[in-house]
């Protein structure tokens, strides 16, 4: 059996070089024990938010949302069935950048923000997109184009009543997300309240402690930011995202 690693890289470089490449990609992970959770035709096996209007929608064999759902409440997208423990794979892009400046700090290993020495967070304007991966029904690993990479668990991090070596351990190792316009593969595995994530093959959270993770419960895809009402144009931390090569593996 190969090992994870060079499983998913080859699946990645297989995907992006061939025509053929979702033939071949379904027949390794099929090899290797994984359910296909995207068809690549339709959102069948997914819930689209109620009142969505089309937002969320395949185009050309991907999952591809453009951060308008028109649904109220909830506009994230669903996987129809839940799960329990897991490996993920996903492969993700932002197809470009809200209309609006974001403010980006920089997160620190500890997971505090960077300050100045007046002790005000740093937070230089800069195009942002942003999206996430919702695990069992809530747990979010952020999708965006932060310096300090994807990967990051934001509630964990930034829940200062937990330990240190905890909210340290929501903060990615690194940064290797390719740059907006390509393809990113993510790699999630979960067990009970602990999630390691893969970035384009590296490990960029180890093991980290989800305190409060459900039992199980649906995988979702992120919609974040969406229209301003007073400029009638995308926020800048908009979902401007699309998702393909979706495979899990219950374990």
């Given at each position: ?35 296909q959770l995207f ?163 590296i490990v960029v ?47």
């Amino acid at each position: 059996m190969k090992n994870l690693k060079s499983l998913i890289t080859s699946v990645f470089i297989i995907f992006i070089s061939s025509s053929a490449g979702f033939s071949q990609a379904k027949c390794i992970f099929q090899e290797e024990g994984f359910t296909q959770l995207f068809n690549g035709k339709n959102l069948a096996g997914w819930k689209a938010p109620d009142g969505d209007n089309g937002h969320w929608s395949v185009i050309n064999g991907v999952i591809d949302y453009d951060a308008r759902s028109e649904a109220e409440g909830d506009k994230n997208l669903w996987s129809e069935k839940e799960y329990n423990d897991f490996t993920l794979h996903v492969e993700w892009r932002f197809k470009g950048y809200g209309d609006h400046l974001f403010k980006l700090p920089t997160i620190l290993p500890s997971g505090e923000y960077l300050r100045d020495e007046e002790g005000k967070i740093i937070e230089p304007l800069g195009p942002n997109s942003d999206s996430g991966i919702l695990l069992k029904g809530a747990g979010q690993t952020n999708l965006w184009c932060w310096s300090v990479g994807s990967g990051e668990l934001w509630s964990v991090r930034n829940n200062k009543d937990l330990p240190a070596e905890t909210r340290a351990a929501a903060v990615p190792s690194s940064n290797q997300d390719n740059p907006v316009g390509f393809w990113n593969a993510f790699d999630i595995t979960v067990k009970g309240e602990f999630i390691t994530i893969k970035n384009n093959g590296i490990v960029v959270i180890n093991n980290a402690f989800y305190p409060g993770l459900n039992i199980e419960g649906p995988i979702g895809f992120q919609h974040h930011g969406g229209i301003d009402a007073k400029t009638g144009k995308l926020k800048g931390a908009s979902s401007l995202v699309q998702f393909r090569n979706v495979w899990i593996k219950e374990l």
